[in-house]
């Protein structure tokens, strides 16, 4: 399923465990800094039942989309791509106009894909629904530059951590498909899953292996072409940095991936505003934080040849985390956040104590997460 890296289209499916978290938001405004940087950008409505990345892109829902498509045969995928008001922009909608989009049969799933991956164009941004579902898993895997976005707290980071293991194993299933010793093997970890209880990926390996060591080979070769990388969203201090490099630590031991940190996004206030007003964030907030990192996340991109492992001028740094961390330290002063937790205005105490509550339960949850880790590396080595 994954296409060949030498392809030159490049598909970034965006997906998170938990909902709400942002990711709407970064595709289209990613979209929009990637189209501004002069690449055919074309932005796909993949949150099939709940599709709303036209509102986030200031586009009227009376165009058709994918359920559109899949409803009517006489309706052509390149039908469904619209222009949007930005150069190099264009958009897929999703259902909002035809719903019921969201049970899609194999067949469904399959020429939707199929479709994808022949939009001609630079850069191809999927916006996901949250979740493992499998088809969310399916469009996930479509290419193996995925990103996954958090928010720095500990019910979003499991969650991330979550989805990646389910597309890892859903990678493994899609891959042996046909090889039925393996296949059987992977489906029995499936009916014999209880809570905390199954293998780590590592493992899994292990049984391919001793089904076939050739087959072993091969998934260890499929799960290394993975280049997932993590954006952080709606984030309030640099100190976030910690619990996203504890999800890292999660990611490399537990499912042998190496993921990188594409960027780091604090909350701002005028993303709201811009929600609240119907008006695109990139209308009304042309010189805001959260526009500056986005277009760093799309400069990223651009100039990294061997995206996402490898982002710009990563040799000055220790690694991408590492170069996360500086720009977060760096931004921090420019944050715009809730009106009510301002702290730069003659702070009174009330709202010197909320902050204080604030990172206090920041790093409660982190502690909480730690002691989670701890116990699935050391504890229940085999377990999970
Ligand atoms: N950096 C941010 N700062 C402040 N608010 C934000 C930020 N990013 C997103 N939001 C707000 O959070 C809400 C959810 O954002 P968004 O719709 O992008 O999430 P999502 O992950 O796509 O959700 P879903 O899983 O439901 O599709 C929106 O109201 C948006 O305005
Ligand atoms: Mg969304």
Redesign the pocket.
């Given at each position: 399923m994954i296409i060949s890296e030498d392809d030159r289209r490049k598909i970034l499916p965006v997906a998170?465990g938990k909902?709400?978290?942002?990711?709407?938001?970064?595709v289209a405004n990613l979209g929009i800094a990637l189209a501004s940087f002069g690449q055919r950008t074309v932005v796909v409505d993949l949150?099939l039942g709940?599709s709303?990345l036209h509102t986030?892109l200031g586009v009227k829902n009376r165009h058709r989309g994918i359920g559109n498509f899949l409803a009517d045969r006489s309706v052509a995928f390149s039908d469904v791509r619209v222009r949007s008001p930005y150069p190099n922009l264009d958009f897929v909608p999703g259902d909002v106009l035809v719903t019921g989009a969201a049970n899609l049969s194999h067949a469904q799933k399959r020429s939707v894909i199929t479709n994808i991956e022949k939009l001609d164009a630079d850069y191809i941004l999927l916006?996901l629904?949250?979740g493992s579902h499998f088809n969310t898993l399916d469009f996930f895997l479509i290419s193996n530059s995925g990103i996954i976005?958090t928010t720095p707290q500990a019910p979003s980071i499991l969650n991330a951590y979550g989805f990646l293991k389910n597309a890892v194993f859903r990678l493994l299933q899609q891959t042996f498909s046909d090889q039925k010793g393996v296949s059987r093997f992977l489906s029995d970890i499936v009916k014999e899953r209880q809570p905390n209880a199954t293998p780590s990926i590592a493992q899994i390996v292990e049984g391919i292996g001793k089904i076939s060591k050739r087959a072993a080979g091969v998934a260890r070769e499929q799960i290394g072409r993975l280049r997932t990388s993590i954006v952080v969203?709606?984030a309030d201090h640099p100190e976030d940095m910690e619990i996203v490099q504890s999800l890292r630590a999660l990611i490399e031991d537990r499912l042998q991936l190496e993921p990188s940190c594409l960027g780091f996004?604090?909350?701002?206030?005028i993303?709201?505003e811009?929600?609240n007003d119907t008006v695109p964030l990139a209308l009304v907030g042309r010189d805001s934080l959260?526009l500056k990192e986005i277009d760093r996340i799309a400069q990223k991109i651009i100039h990294s040849e061997r995206f996402p492992e490898m982002p710009l001028d990563l040799e000055e740094y220790e690694d991408s985390f590492a170069l996360a961390t500086i720009e977060a330290e760096d931004d921090y002063g420019s944050i715009n956040p809730h009106p009510g937790m301002r702290l730069d205005e003659n702070p009174d105490e009330a709202t010197v104590e909320e902050f204080i509550r604030l990172i206090s339960a920041q790093k409660q949850q982190i502690r909480e997460l730690q002691g989670t880790i701890h116990a699935l590396t050391m504890g229940g080595r085999g377990q999970e």
């Open positions: 998170s909902g709400g978290v942002g990711k709407s938001v970064l949150d709940a709303n986030y916006d629904g949250s976005v969203s709606m996004l604090y909350y701002d206030y993303v709201r811009a929600v959260i």
